[in-house]
């Protein structure tokens, strides 16, 4: 039975929740010849979780509260395992949780809802097109009839505009194909960033203005109307990249305005105004006669007159998703200093409108911000930030004074200011559970914020399982500086036993091990699995300070690899039930390149690696991958440059691929061939070495998958994929004694 029928004109929530669950888990009983079943009919028939239980869960993405903050609608998706798709849907509630229904009629997903004509109807985008329906979803209609498709919109406050985002032809860097050759595959590259993420780019993303009338949503004009740039940037910018003013004359929006090369070394993102009355376009980051100081493209930006303080001045690091205070005096917006550095601290811009002059209003607090918005009487903000591996609401005034709000084991994902001007609506998640939304209203006093969760999309099924516990610890590193772990414990956890442990390695460089909730990457699915994981906040993660987040660049197998080092070397002397004869590393992207190095560096400690989407030939990787200040940044030069830096030359020569003579360890490399960012030769190349070393490996390739795993059937074969290699090697398996300089 499909997850929905074409025919189907309405199934409610508890209808999708079964129909999805007898689908898509072998280890789920339900009535299949009930039109209607309840989530109390759902059983599973084990506590413990797996990959096809995963699958089943809802997944909340996008809410909005109406203008008069009495309801909330929201947006959940819903995967098939057997039909390998999945299916968006829009519900409404009240705000504080009840009466909750869902409004999805479509066997289309219907996606982006958002509130207009003063909460009177919701706007959506089904198939490309905008639609809108009464809030009890009757009355649909289709506002557009786009030829080009609608990637994503935003109303004007006044409702006499939109913004559509549409993607538009682009042939500066790929040549298009001859007209008497429209069967050819070949493709005529000129430039680089000829392909980014998972595609190669042959369209941009641009914003259209187009009148809101009686008859519907016209085509609209380009406001970037031949300029070769994308707004929104991709490969993950969206409509939160675009703003309108409170006076609904003036659109601020985010773009990088270059392309070839000098896109493929920048980070330099600007936010723009764009006033609809003169069609005239602002940079407010840079001054109108800004000339950018010459770059080497070869080598690292940290020095370069680019990153000067005197040019600091003019934003020439990542600006995006820029926010209108509601008294119209402002635009704030997300700030990276640096340019080149896609990890740089970000912080919170405020442009005042009048004056010109730009403020950070959060300089006292030395990590990053992740989200934000403003308060109803425009001097406050409230903004999302990472600490100690937790991710919490904080808010500041105009003056930068800071303060904690809320506080926990946990993640807000995002945050918004609900109208009554009093509360903040809140996505929030942990290892423990997947996101739900919350109602969230600031204290006066440091960390006393109330939190209210109004969200159970997954509460019937964590009843049913046994999840493992989380435990926090600090301890020393080979430096003499205090690290903080997580322990996740394996469920129906036995003090008395033992049991194996596997070192999980952070990818990023620069991303927390923080409190998330991953389908993939799921710490209690591995806890299911009776594993302990160890998941250290090694050196280069924020949340620590900016000295310890930057110690990384340019140091990738140091401090941070002593770093892994000592957090399961503390876990196996000071933690019994830690079975230090049975270990595995395990981790993606640069968690991927950790385990490729620790198999040439792990002294017998572990037992098995598993390396996802690793870079394993770092002169290869500098230049494979698309996004080249990456590799700029991190190596500090290419690998040609006869003058480059210690660093360059330490981070070259302690390149993977050149200790797989010392290999001697069981390894499992996984890759997705349309994973541009990290190529998935890596991923081969190390399971052809390993091989030809007569070590015990397997590479699992997807031909159709990223830098992530996207397709429920993927994913699961993902999971069974990873657990069945851990089982793969007990206690009793020894290490093999291997020629060190010849090939097998």
């Known amino acids: 039975m499909p997850l929905y ?15 999805a669950l007898s689908i898509c888990c072998s280890s789920v009983n339900a009535q299949e010849n009930a039109s209607f079943i309840g989530k109390s009919n759902i059983t599973l028939q084990s506590d413990l979780m797996t990959p096809e239980a995963l699958w089943a869960m809802g997944r909340i993405g996008t809410a909005q509260a109406s203008p008069d903050g009495k309801h909330i609608i929201y947006q959940v998706g819903y995967y098939s395992v057997k039909q390998n798709k999945g299916h968006q849907v829009i519900y409404i509630m009240d705000s504080d949780g009840k009466n909750n229904k869902m409004l999805t009629t479509s066997a289309k997903s219907e996606t982006d809802a958002v509130w207009i ?48 985002i549409k993607q538009i032809p682009y042939h500066g860097i790929i040549k298009e194909k001859p007209e008497d050759l429209p069967l050819t595959t070949g493709r005529v590259i000129t430039d680089m960033n000829y392909r980014h993420w998972d595609e190669y780019v042959e369209s941009i993303p641009h914003p259209y203005l187009a009148e809101v009338t009686s008859n519907g949503i016209g085509e609209g004009t380009d406001i970037m109307k031949g300029e ?40 330099d993102t600007d936010i723009y105004l764009y006033n609809i009355e003169s069609k005239q376009t602002v940079n407010i980051c840079k001054p109108a006669n800004y000339k950018e100081p010459e770059i080497n493209m070869t080598k690292s930006m940290k020095n370069q007159a680019v990153n000067s303080e005197e040019n600091l001045k003019n934003n020439p690091g990542y600006d995006v998703n820029p926010k209108f205070s509601p008294n119209g005096q402002y635009v704030a917006w997300l700030s990276m200093a640096r340019n080149g550095y896609e990890s740089d601290r970000n912080r919170l811009c405020v442009y005042n409108l009048k004056t010109g002059e730009k403020t950070y209003t959060t300089e006292s607090f030395d990590s990053n911000v992740d989200d934000f918005c403003w308060s109803a009487d425009s001097k406050t903000l409230y903004f999302l930030g990472i600490w100690h591996g937790c991710e919490n609401i904080y808010q500041t005034n105009l003056k930068g004074n800071v303060m904690q709000l809320t506080d926990g084991w946990n993640d807000y994902g995002s945050v918004q200011m609900l109208n009554d001007g009093k509360k903040l609506l809140a996505e929030r998640h942990s290892m423990s559970q997947a996101s739900e ?15 209210e969760q109004i969200t159970f999309e997954n509460k019937h099924l964590y009843d049913q399982m046994t999840f493992g516990k989380i435990q926090q610890r600090w301890t020393k590193t080979t430096d003499g500086k205090d690290m903080m772990y997580w322990i996740i414990l394996p469920a129906h956890f036995d003090e008395t ?67 892994y080092l000592s957090a399961i070397d503390d876990a196996c002397k000071n933690l019994p039930f830690v079975d230090k004869d049975r270990l ?6 640069f968690g991927g390149f950790s385990v490729y190095y620790l198999a040439g560096h792990h002294n017998k400690r572990f037992k098995c690696f598993i390396a996802h989407d690793g870079a394993f030939n770092l002169e290869s990787m500098y230049t494979d991958t698309e996004e080249a200040w990456f590799s700029n940044w991190e190596y500090d030069d290419a690998f040609w440059n006869k003058d480059m830096t210690e660093n360059a030359k330490r981070t070259y020569a302690n390149s993977p691929h050149k200790f797989v003579d010392k290999w001697d360890t069981p390894i499992l490399c996984i890759h997705g061939e349309k994973d541009y960012r990290i190529n998935a030769n890596q991923g081969m190349g190390a399971f052809n070495a390993a091989r030809m070393r007569g070590i015990p490996a397997e590479l699992l390739l997807f031909p159709d998958e990223n830098h992530w795993v996207l397709k429920p059937q993927n994913g699961v074969l993902w999971q069974r994929t990873f657990f069945n290699w851990l089982d793969r090697w007990p206690v009793s398996y020894t290490h093999l004694t291997l020629p060190t300089s010849d090939l097998v």
């Open 228 to 267: 070769p740039y994308e707004c929104p940037v991709k490969p993950f910018g969206g409509a939160e990249q675009l703003a309108w003013s409170t006076d609904s004359k003036t659109i601020a929006y985010t773009s990088r305005k270059k392309t070839g090369i000098n896109y493929a070394i920048s980070t």
């Open 584 to 589: 595995g590393a395990v981790g993606a992207s």
């Open 5 to 19: 029928s074409k025919n189907t004109k309405f199934m409610n929530k508890a209808t999708i929740l079964a129909t």
């Open 497 to 563: 036993k033992k049991y194996p442990t596997l070192l999980f390695c952070e990818g990023g460089p620069q991303s927390p091990v923080s409190q998330f909730w991953s389908y993939r990457w799921n710490m209690q699915i591995m806890a299911a699995n009776g594993y302990v994981v160890i998941a250290p906040n090694r050196r280069g993660l924020p949340g620590f300070g900016s000295e310890w987040n930057e110690e990384i660049s340019g140091d990738w197998t140091g401090q941070c690899m002593n770093d």
């Open 117 to 164: 004509k003063d909460g009177q109807k919701i706007a959506f985008l089904c198939d490309g097109q905008i639609w809108e329906m009464n809030s009890d979803g009757s009355g649909r209609k289709q506002l557009t009839n786009d030829k080009t498709g609608i990637d994503g919109f935003k109303f004007s406050p006044d409702e006499k505009y939109v913004i559509l």
């Open 437 to 451: 939304l919350y109602i969230v209203t600031p204290g006066k006093k440091e960390k006393t914020a109330k939190v």
